[in-house]
């Protein structure tokens, strides 16, 4: 099988995604096309054997095919035409806007170009942190209390500090503060309005147990281990950085048989619905034996590769299990009936 690797795009986590895109040539067995879309949203086809960060940074990938990309895939120019570059699926790994936020995957369905990766609806509800709690609590998996606050409204909170201050639509922890007291509020909101019109505010739980699972559904549904990730007071941007680097494997948390199933139940919920295509790390905290659901990933740092004990073959499982567009018939039936009823 031979796997696209598409990554980059116009986002603030744009090189997060370069690094994960690095990462994934240490795990996956098959055969690898790199496709880099750089912040002007032009699509290279960068040589799998010279990929670097420095050829990003430095801009020399600017030297390597320029691709196009129109119904049935990508392509690039030869002397006389122009040729399609050839691959089995392509694999969405560009985080934050763009790649998780529905653009992409607009444009994948729209070119009928087949793919692993969140689709339209559930990009749009992931990737906004409201959304998700919305959805999740329609779903049945609980939140933690939380508030919305607007750019330009007063900067007055009903939540009893400490708290967390999120952007809305924003992942990495990029622009995240914990927030103790009334006065280092203007400042973390500053920071967090850098990056976001809106914010989210949640009560900061000291110490609170969270676990990560990652997983998909083919035939069925393949999980991850679950992990309980070492932090000091929340995952920060740099703890988390180093995440999408991961490609060795971490210890699976000690969790009685209970919690882990109250887990992956929570899981099933969040997955079934929307997620089919993709696979998606769930963020999920544990409160007096309660599941919570802190973010869903759907394009996770470095896939999440590091939870499975076999990722190249889950990669190829999910790749054959992909949802199927309806086929919209070509009849014009209506039209002619208009034509028919007027005479024409």
């Given at each position: 099988?031979?796997?696209?690797?598409?990554?980059?795009?116009?986002?603030?986590?744009?090189?997060?995604?370069?690094?994960?895109?690095?990462?994934?040539?240490?795990?996956?067995?098959?055969?690898?096309?790199?496709?880099?879309?750089?912040?002007?949203?032009?699509?290279?086809?960068?040589?799998?054997?010279?990929?670097?960060?420095?050829?990003?940074?430095?801009?020399?990938?600017?030297?390597?095919?320029?691709?196009?990309?129109?119904?049935?895939?990508?392509?690039?120019?030869?002397?006389?035409?122009?040729?399609?570059?050839?691959?089995?699926?392509?694999?969405?790994?560009?985080?934050?806007?763009?790649?998780?936020?529905?653009?992409?995957?607009?444009?994948l369905d729209f070119f009928h170009?087949?793919?692993?990766?969140p689709r339209n609806e559930a990009?749009?509800?992931?990737?906004?942190?409201?959304?998700?709690k919305m959805y999740a609590n329609e779903f049945g998996v609980k939140t933690l209390n939380y508030e919305i606050l607007q750019k330009n409204?007063?900067?007055?909170?009903?939540?009893?500090?400490?708290?967390?201050?999120?952007?809305?639509?924003?992942?990495?922890?990029?622009?995240?503060?914990?927030?103790?007291?009334?006065?280092?509020?203007?400042?973390?909101?500053?920071?967090?309005?850098?990056f976001d019109n809106q914010v989210l505010i949640e009560p900061f739980v000291n110490k609170i147990k969270e676990y990560n699972l990652a997983g998909y559904k083919g035939g069925k549904y393949n999980f991850s281990i679950i992990e309980e990730p070492q932090k000091e007071e929340f995952l920060d941007f740099d703890k988390k950085y180093l995440d999408f680097s991961r490609t060795k494997k971490v210890n699976e948390a000690k969790l009685s048989d209970d919690m882990a199933n109250k887990i992956r139940e929570a899981f099933i919920k969040l997955y079934e619905p929307l997620f089919a295509g993709a696979?998606?790390?769930?963020?999920?905290?544990?409160?007096?034996?309660?599941?919570?659901?802190n973010e869903i990933n759907p394009v996770p740092g470095s896939m999440a590769n590091?939870?499975?004990?076999?990722?190249?073959?889950?990669?190829?499982?999910l790749a054959i299990s992909l949802p199927k567009n309806i086929k919209i018939p070509k009849t014009y039936k209506y039209i002619h009936k208009i034509q028919s009823a007027k005479g024409k």
């Open positions: 099988m031979k796997i696209a690797i598409l990554f980059g795009a116009n986002s603030f986590e744009h090189e997060i995604s370069i690094v994960s895109a690095i990462a994934l040539k240490k795990v996956l067995k098959e055969e690898l096309v790199y496709i880099f879309c750089d912040y002007h949203r032009s699509f290279y086809l960068v040589p799998a054997d010279k990929i670097t960060s420095k050829r990003f940074s430095s801009g020399e990938y600017k030297k390597d095919k320029k691709l196009s990309i129109k119904n049935g895939g990508f392509y690039h120019k030869t002397l006389v035409s122009e040729k399609k570059l050839e691959f089995d699926v392509l694999l969405n790994v560009i985080h934050g806007s763009d790649g998780e936020d529905g653009k992409i995957a607009s444009l170009i087949s793919y692993i990766g990009s749009v509800i992931s990737y906004n942190k409201l959304f998700t409204e007063p900067r007055e909170i009903n939540l009893i500090f400490p708290v967390i201050i999120k952007p809305l639509r924003l992942g990495s922890s990029i622009g995240i503060s914990i927030v103790k007291d009334k006065d280092e509020l203007d400042y973390a909101l500053d920071v967090a309005f850098e696979l998606i790390r769930c963020d999920f905290f544990v409160l007096d034996n309660e599941v919570y659901i590091y939870l499975f004990s076999d990722f190249s073959s889950a990669i190829k499982d």
